[in-house]
């Protein structure tokens, strides 16, 4: 694979290179819980192992792959460790068609970050299989993005009664991703199909600002499986960054998000996907990131976080503290090396 990367691009109708991306990406943590004995996170351990691949076909054509390597096989289907594997075909300079797996394009900036680069995170989030096979149509225009897209729900990995996994189910999405200057948005307007054939629907408000040495985002979602869920089920989300120079710094996180949803829950197919009926959860943290100026690709982290959970007249807090690294081994930068 280094050889072929190394191949000059002339043999391709356009300057873009076979191999725009070629790197390995690795995270390991020490974790510490409040609960460690009934938990699986508790200790040191690997949690990322990942490898990017993408680059140029030419003629207008672009791919992409991201594949979690890990030992254990999927349990669904042949593409379950792999997050992106889609083909592009860039019509005109506005004008993008897409195929293959990819995320679901949902707005959030939670959402929208790299599992690599989320510490701890909100309910939704743990629950959400966005990694779906389908395909997209999008319009880009002076930093506007405007795109639909029909993939698989992420309702294809409920568990049915019988453990079995659907693999009929659909999603439809508008997603606008916009920015000026420093304000930045993804928002989106989403169709889920459920189990029982019928639709969540979901709207996420994604806005960030960002700035020179600081940045902030804040996520309102929403969600309804049925008519009267309206300002029942939503989650509220908002981080802040400080740059605090020499390849430190720090930022603090806070979420709140609940599900009131009156439906009856009796059948499994009636479920949120997302969120269990009848809970409410609230999560802060803190903490620290470092890359050292030397060697920017290794970043060091320190957070802790609290999760307070209730459901029903049961209430938990978890306290996690975490230390860990991040580093990248780009094969293209060390060729150029």
């Known amino acids: 694979m280094l050889a072929v990367a190394t191949i000059s691009a002339n043999a391709q109708s356009d300057s873009k290179p076979l191999f725009g991306e070629f790197k390995l990406e690795a995270r390991a943590d020490f974790n510490y819980s409040q609960h460690e004995s009934d938990d699986p996170l508790y200790g040191f351990r690997g949690r990322y192992f990942n490898l990017h691949l993408g680059g140029s076909l030419g003629n207008g054509f672009d791919y992409y792959l991201r594949q979690r390597l890990i030992a254990k096989p999927g349990t669904v289907g042949l593409f379950d460790n792999t997050d992106f594997l889609y083909l592009s075909y860039n019509v005109s300079p506005h004008f993008r068609l897409r195929a293959g797996k990819d995320a679901l394009a949902v707005g959030g900036y939670e959402y929208?970050?790299?599992?690599?680069?989320?510490?701890?995170?909100?309910?939704?989030?743990?629950?959400?299989?966005?990694?779906?096979?389908?395909?997209?149509?999008?319009?880009?225009?002076?930093?506007?993005?405007?795109?639909?897209?029909?993939?698989?729900?992420?309702?294809?990995?409920?568990?049915?009664?019988?453990?079995?996994?659907?693999?009929?189910?659909?999603?439809?999405?508008?997603?606008?991703?916009?920015?000026?200057?420093?304000?930045?948005?993804?928002?989106?307007?989403?169709?889920?199909?459920?189990?029982?054939?019928?639709?969540?629907?979901?709207?996420?408000?994604?806005?960030?600002?960002?700035?020179?040495?600081?940045?902030?985002?804040?996520?309102?979602?929403?969600?309804?499986?049925?008519?009267?869920?309206?300002?029942?089920?939503?989650?509220?989300?908002?981080?802040?960054?400080?740059?605090?120079?020499?390849?430190?710094?720090?930022?603090?996180?806070?979420?709140?998000?609940?599900?009131?949803?009156?439906?009856?829950?009796?059948?499994?197919?009636?479920?949120?996907?997302?969120?269990?009926?009848?809970?409410?959860?609230?999560?802060?943290?803190a903490g620290l990131e470092y890359r050292p100026d030397r060697c920017p690709d290794a970043r060091l982290h320190a957070f802790f976080a609290n999760r307070k959970s209730t459901l029903g007249n049961i209430e938990t807090n978890d306290l996690t503290a975490n230390i860990g690294v991040t580093w990248d081994i780009n094969f293209l930068k060390l060729k150029r090396k």
């Open 112 to 285: 929208d970050a790299r599992p690599i680069d989320v510490y701890f995170n909100t309910t939704y989030w743990d629950n959400f299989y966005c990694f779906q096979i389908g395909f997209s149509a999008a319009y880009i225009n002076d930093g506007q993005t405007f795109m639909f897209q029909v993939a698989n729900s992420p309702a294809v990995h409920s568990l049915s009664p019988n453990f079995n996994f659907a693999t009929n189910r659909l999603s439809y999405n508008l997603y606008w991703a916009g920015s000026a200057g420093p304000v930045q948005t993804l928002w989106s307007a989403n169709l889920f199909q459920r189990d029982d054939g019928n639709y969540m629907g979901y709207i996420a408000l994604g806005n960030r600002l960002d700035f020179n040495h600081w940045a902030i985002y804040v996520d309102l979602i929403h969600h309804s499986v049925a008519a009267d869920d309206w300002g029942k089920n939503y989650c509220l989300v908002s981080r802040l960054d400080l740059k605090l120079g020499h390849g430190l710094s720090c930022f603090v996180k806070g979420a709140y998000e609940q599900n009131k949803s009156d439906e009856d829950l009796t059948t499994f197919a009636a479920l949120d996907l997302f969120v269990p009926a009848g809970s409410s959860y609230l999560l802060y943290g």
